[in-house]
């Protein structure tokens, strides 16, 4: 039988705040083979910085109506993340990550970063190439695995990628996963699929066009269970620590 790669969506994100320190922290600590994150493009005084964070706002996790494409280094200490899984257990406040941050925790481990680029153009031409570079410059020689919703954002970066790292395209709707279109992915250098788990049964038509797959967000055994079973699965992205 078959074992997928198990993923920490958002870092641990049932013990620690989602895509905080102590969340990645806590998944390299648990064992998860995988931690995801989510990043987004920032404009700072030198050229682009990058965030991890989810949202398009930061109001949800900082209270702040500010958008996450304004942070930089210079005022993202202003934005501390007032919010998530035992917050209070981590003094009530923490700071948004870099890449980095995020990049350094991993690399003493064994785990493979799963980068989901965020927003809509997303990253500028330059950005994709300080993006790859800084991966590069913390973790060589490591398999890399990127993610987007953005087609446009997995384009930007395919000219700067090294042996080793794999393309995703995130998809939650049926019809982004026909055949024609599966097709299309693979012709464009797209490596596999990550899928939302309502759309779990597409599975064999994307592995029938040799596309690797992920799904998220398995937050339940019976879920995991069925999943590794039908052997289809590549990855399994959860919040929650199942299957280590």
């Known amino acids: 039988m078959k074992i997928p790669l198990y993923a920490a969506h958002r870092g641990y994100s049932s ?3 989602e895509n905080t320190i102590p969340a990645f922290e806590e998944a390299v600590k648990a064992g998860f083979g995988a931690v995801e994150c989510d990043i987004w493009e920032g404009k700072g005084n030198r050229g682009s910085d ?3 964070f989810h949202d398009e706002t930061l109001k949800r996790m900082c209270g ?48 493979v970063p799963i980068i989901e680029i965020k927003g809509t153009p997303g990253l500028t031409e330059k950005g994709a190439e300080l ?3 800084t ?3 913390r973790l060589s020689g490591r398999r890399i695995i990127l993610q987007s919703f953005g087609r446009e954002n997995l384009r930007k970066v395919r000219p700067y990628t090294k042996e080793g790292t794999e393309l995703f395209l995130l998809a939650k709707k049926r019809g982004a996963l026909n055949r024609q279109r599966l097709e299309e992915y693979k012709k464009e250098g797209i490596h596999g699929l990550s899928i939302k788990y309502t759309l ?13 797959t992920a799904v998220w967000t398995v937050d339940f055994r019976v879920q995991a269970a069925h999943l590794i079973k039908t052997g289809k699965a590549d990855i399994l992205i959860s919040n929650r620590k199942l299957f280590i």
């Open 200 to 212: 779990a049964a597409l599975l064999p038509e994307i592995k029938a066009c040799a596309l690797k």
């Open 131 to 133: 993006l790859m570079k």
């Open 64 to 111: 702040a109506d500010v958008k996450t494409t304004e942070l930089t280094k210079e005022n993202v200490s202003s934005f501390p993340v007032i919010s998530g899984s035992r917050i209070q257990s981590y003094g009530g406040a923490l700071k948004i990550p870099s890449l980095e941050e995020y990049l350094d925790i991993l690399a003493p481990s064994r785990a």
């Open 135 to 137: 991966i590069y410059g």
């Open 50 to 52: 990058f965030f991890v």
């Open 15 to 17: 013990r620690a705040p």
